[in-house]
């Protein structure tokens, strides 16, 4: 069914103090890495961390940790005109293309700095080539966060490609089986088919019409921010790897 603009709800997703002041490491990174280059090196532990959590638990860290993440749904969820991704942000085509392009100027740039090594201005370089693309994803991401979507950049960002990728080795080595958390349905049957689930998805997918036969929500996709567990209106959503439940307050 094609959804029109005004489908999505603005609900709270900051359910952690990381989700709510996150957006500050963000400005910091982005803004502060223009005078103090070396801010900049802390992308590095980000990258490492997305990566790890991916390996176990998909794309966690961009629903639970990303800093830039937390400055779309804290700061620019409440003056976004929060209409719908356009499909070709979402397609194979922008997602590979954008990845593969990112990649090899980022490498290109990597390189550039690495001259650099054993000199005392190279820990300014590396840090100021972080720093630059964390201010380029901020105004690029801002733009689209404000005119259409919150989550638009994340679904071609690089760095979720990246987590998508650990996340298939971790899948395939069969680590994911006991480590991932996904949205589980205690009962199908008690769904109400509203659609609040799809409505308030920060990704605007729609989990009711997807779960599987094991009550599962196994979408890629899903950034296990919990928005749909704690709007749905019959409670039967959560968040489980099995034998736990994430509470939501
Ligand atoms: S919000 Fe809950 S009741 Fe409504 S469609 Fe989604 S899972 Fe079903
Ligand atoms: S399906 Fe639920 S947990 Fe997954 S991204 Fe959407 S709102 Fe978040």
Redesign the pocket.
Known sequence: MEKSNNYYIKTNRAFSHIRKYGWIITVLIAIGGQWEPKLGLTVVLIMAGLTITAFFNGRYWC?NFCPHGSLFDTIILPVTRNKKIPDLFKSKVMIIGFFAIFMVNFMRRILSVSRYWGTYDFFDKLGYLFSSTYLIVLIVGGILATLINPRTWCQFCPMGTLQKLAYKLGKAIGITKKTEKK?TISSQEKCYKCGK?AK????Q?A?YLEFSNENK?D?I?????????ANCPAGILS?KNGNETEKVS
């Open positions: 629903g949205i689930c308030v998805c920060p990704f997918l989990p929500f979408n996709n899903c950034i296990k921010c919990s928005t749909c567990v968040l």
